[in-house]
T-cell receptor
């Protein structure tokens, strides 16, 4: 059983640019959630994808968007980068049987550290 | 006021001590309570998961939930230097699989 992987590990971007982060979910998992973790803070929920559809979103602007693919891997896209977007971006995968039910256990990847200058 | 409050520490204890980590919350809809451990520059690792009120024990770790007080705790017995990490509490409301709310994390250092 493979764990959650994320790429790239580190990334440096300039304000105003766009970035795409990638996540491969744990084998057998069908749900991916994305989180932003600023230094010294807990992770903040961005959104969740279940069976290729966004299924819940936190308090993040529309320039944060995502995709989930048929193999349940996922991308997080951030447009018009701002300095405050500098953070560790975490993805977590889980197995969810159907809407509203399923395991609440999420398994996190190592994260992508994004620096915006 | 944040939905979940957690003392950021740092908390320093000698090896072998009993550690108590706590979170308070304001949203009475929270039903699922988790504790994660996060080592520096790593993703969080799920330690304990509890539904509603009560206690749960797993080896040296005990999680307690008191919904009437909106207070959760994690106890670590016989603490080891390898327990040095940041501990995050996390909560999900009933029917709210979509959103996990985390505390800010407590940094723990166990001194040999």
């Amino acid at each position: 059983e493979t764990g959650v992987t994320q790429s790239p590990t580190h990334l440096i971007k300039t304000r105003g640019q766009q970035v795409t982060l990638r996540c491969s979910s744990q084998s057998g998992h069908n749900t991916v959630s994305w989180y932003q973790q600023a230094l010294g803070q807990g992770p903040q929920f961005i959104f969740q994808y279940y069976r290729e559809e966004e299924n819940g979103r936190g308090n993040f602007p529309p320039r944060f968007s995502g995709l989930q693919f048929p193999n349940y891997s996922s991308e997080l896209n951030v447009n018009a980068l701002e300095l405050d977007d500098s953070a560790l971006y975490l993805c977590a995968s889980s197995l969810r049987d159907r809407v509203g039910e399923g395991s609440y256990e999420q398994y996190f990847g190592p994260g992508t550290r994004l620096t915006v200058t | 006021q944040k939905e979940v409050e957690q003392d950021p520490g740092p908390l320093s204890v000698p090896e072998g001590a009993i550690v108590s980590l706590n979170c308070t919350y304001s949203n009475s809809a929270f039903q699922y309570f988790m504790w994660y451990r996060q080592y520096s520059r790593k993703g969080p690792e799920l330690l304990m998961y509890t539904y509603s009120s009560g206690n749960k024990e797993d080896g040296r770790f005990t999680a307690q939930v008191d919904k009437s007080s909106k207070y959760i705790s994690l106890f670590i017995r016989d603490s080891q230097p390898s327990d040095s990490a940041t501990y995050l509490c996390a909560m999900i409301p009933s029917g709210g699989y979509q959103k996990v709310t985390f505390g800010t994390g407590t940094k723990l250092q166990v001194i040999p």
